[in-house]
């Protein structure tokens, strides 16, 4: 059973109470709840009639992915905020630094792909080449890239915003922007040991 992750703020800078418990209470619980569901059909899916054009087993294995990146994304967009934004510090800077060049061309290119993306802006640490990169993904099940893990998402989708900015997302990054945790984000570097693979 996918448990709903509870929210550690109700409110925020820049993102009301309203807006935040309507992306989290509604939309993000309904992914656990869809991801419970289609196990449950999985369980007793015919595996005799799996077809690529459409099969039962084929549309569930498809939106299985769908409903949980939908569930993991968000759990790292609203776990990504709660705290004073800002220039990054901590182990996350140096990495930014060394892999952008600087904080600010990181931050230009981020906020820009906030604005390109129909769907989500990831940064992401990927494992092949031991660098930061940032990824757009139109839909939860599109767009990720295999071995690399999440350090900071942005959800662009008109849900995250729309209640306190209608149709200005530029206005809804810079309240992400001031509101990022970064000592989530320095916290998963240390988890997934990235600080000691990029020692500076």
């Known amino acids: 059973m996918v448990d709903v992750k509870p929210l550690k703020y109700k409110s925020l800078p820049g993102l009301s109470e309203k807006q935040l418990s309507e992306h989290h209470d509604v939309l993000y619980a309904g992914y656990c709840k869809k991801v419970d569901e289609i196990r449950e059909k999985l369980a007793k899916v015919d595996l005799s009639s799996a077809n690529a ?78 660098k930061l990169h940032n990824y757009v993904s139109d839909v939860h099940n599109q767009g990720g890239v295999w071995h690399c893990s999440p350090l900071l998402i942005l959800d662009v989708y008109e849900h995250a915003y729309f209640i306190d900015y209608a149709t ?14 970064w000592s989530d984000c320095n916290q998963w570097v240390k988890n997934l040991g990235i600080d000691k693979l990029r020692k500076s």
């Open 53 to 130: 054009t459409y099969s039962d087993l084929r549309e569930l294995k498809v939106e299985e992915t769908f409903a949980l990146n939908g569930v993991r994304l968000h759990e790292g967009y609203f776990d990504n905020l709660g705290g004073s934004g800002g220039k990054a510090s901590g182990h996350i800077l140096k990495l930014i630094e060394q892999d952008f060049g600087s904080y600010e061309k990181w931050e230009a290119e981020f906020k820009a792909l906030g604005l390109c993306a129909r769907g989500w802006v990831v940064l992401t640490f990927d494992w092949k080449d031991s």
């Open 168 to 181: 200005g997302r530029k206005k809804y990054i810079e309240a992400y922007m001031q509101n990022i945790d």
